[in-house]
């Protein structure tokens, strides 16, 4: 059975940073794409960014890059999302996902196949 369950979420102060996990469970997430989405009350879900089924390259949103890095653990089967710098604009309810059936990755949600539940992030002084 595919899992996927983040965690790291939580109270942070504008310039802390966070750093997001994503284990997965039931197979290889570290030999698919993963990526983290995004979503704010009230706005659509936002692609924050991805790394490919080898992890040669990542990628990131306009909003996040220089401030976000994606990685991976493979011992751990595990994808992390480090924050810093965080902004009050940052705060959201952020996901990962996997696409099991591409090589490069999307920042589009309908191409990924699995989702985790959710971490909420919350920038505020």
């Known amino acids: 059975q595919v899992q996927l369950v983040e965690s790291g979420g939580g109270l942070v102060q504008p310039g802390g940073s966070l750093r997001l996990s994503c284990a997965g469970s039931g197979f290889t997430l570290t030999a698919h794409v993963a990526g983290w989405f995004r979503q704010a009350p009230g706005k659509e879900r936002e692609w924050v960014s991805c790394i490919t089924y080898n992890g040669g390259s990542t990628y990131y949103s306009d909003s996040v890059k220089g401030r976000f890095t994606i990685t991976r653990d493979i011992a751990k089967n595990t994808v992390y999302l480090q924050m810093n710098a965080l902004r009050p604009e940052d705060t959201a309810v952020y996901y990962c996902?996997?696409?099991?059936?591409?090589?490069?990755?999307?920042?589009?949600?309908?191409?990924?196949?699995?989702w985790g539940q959710g971490t909420q992030v919350t920038v505020s002084s």
């Open positions: 996902a996997t696409d099991l059936r591409s090589f490069g990755c999307s920042n589009n949600g309908g191409s990924y196949d699995y």
